[in-house]
């Protein structure tokens, strides 16, 4: 069966560092991976897909940039965390050639 | 205009009651339907997916998609105190491309014991 992994389960960050989360799926080949963002009355925002590896679509300008080094690998990162990067980061999975969407746990990052 | 509308509660029902939940949506191309429940601090689960119109049964809930209303709704049978999450509602205009979901804010439900 398919798993996914996110890390960290939970991040405090102080305005202006790095950042690097990382997401991972086991049990499929060749998903195409999404990070989503989910902040407080404003629902699940997308930031990046991916249909395969080195293949990003950005969904929206913004301090975020993403990568995939590997089949099964999605990194979200930036350079220089805003406050308004705070909030709740979901990976997710799907097959090619179906709608269907399956979510990690998620990080919960918080920037001071 | 916002493209999916879903309201935030919270909807607080008895045990054992029938639960409705709804969204609207104004994008006619939408043609795949979701429904994620999501529990405090987890990620979204998926527990039912319909295409185009019409009604789909598992065990305690029903998805029903009228297209011609652009409206969907799932209704949740005999409701349990594990049935207290938010619930998502989430849609697609593609089925095998690798778009993003256009998601509802999620109602709260609660289940009183």
């Known amino acids: 069966s398919q798993t996914i992994h996110q890390w960290p389960a939970t991040l405090v960050q102080p305005v202006g560092s790095p950042l690097s989360l990382e997401c991972t799926v086991e049990?499929?080949?060749?998903?195409?991976l999404y990070w989503y963002r989910q902040a407080a009355g404003r629902g699940l925002q997308l930031l990046f897909y991916?249909?395969?590896?080195?293949?990003i679509s950005s969904e929206v300008p913004q301090n975020l940039s993403a990568s995939r080094p590997q089949d099964r690998q999605f990194i979200l990162s930036s350079k220089k965390l805003l406050l308004s990067d705070s909030g709740f980061y979901l990976c997710?999975?799907?097959?090619?050639?179906?709608?269907?969407?399956?979510f990690g746990p998620g990080t919960r990052l918080t920037v001071l | 205009q916002k493209e999916v509308e879903q309201d935030p509660g919270p909807l607080s029902v008895p045990e054992g009651a029938i639960v409705s939940l709804n969204c609207t949506y104004s994008?006619?191309?939408?043609?795949?339907f979701m429904w994620y429940r999501q529990y405090s601090r987890k990620g979204p689960e998926l527990l039912m997916y319909?295409?185009?119109?019409g009604n789909k049964e598992d065990g305690r809930f029903t998805a029903q998609v009228d297209k011609s209303s652009k409206y969907i709704s799932l209704f949740i049978r005999d409701s349990q105190p594990s049935d207290s999450a938010t619930y998502l509602c989430?849609?697609?205009?593609?089925?095998?491309?690798?778009?993003?979901?256009?998601f509802g804010k999620g109602t709260h439900l609660i289940i009183q014991p």
């Open positions: 997710a999975w799907s097959v090619g050639g179906t709608a269907t969407q399956y």
């Open positions: 049990g499929t080949s060749n998903p195409n």
């Open positions: 991916s249909v395969g590896i080195g293949q």
């Open positions: 994008n006619s191309a939408f043609q795949y």
């Open positions: 319909t295409y185009s119109s």
């Open positions: 989430a849609m697609s205009e593609v089925g095998g491309g690798a778009d993003g979901l256009t």
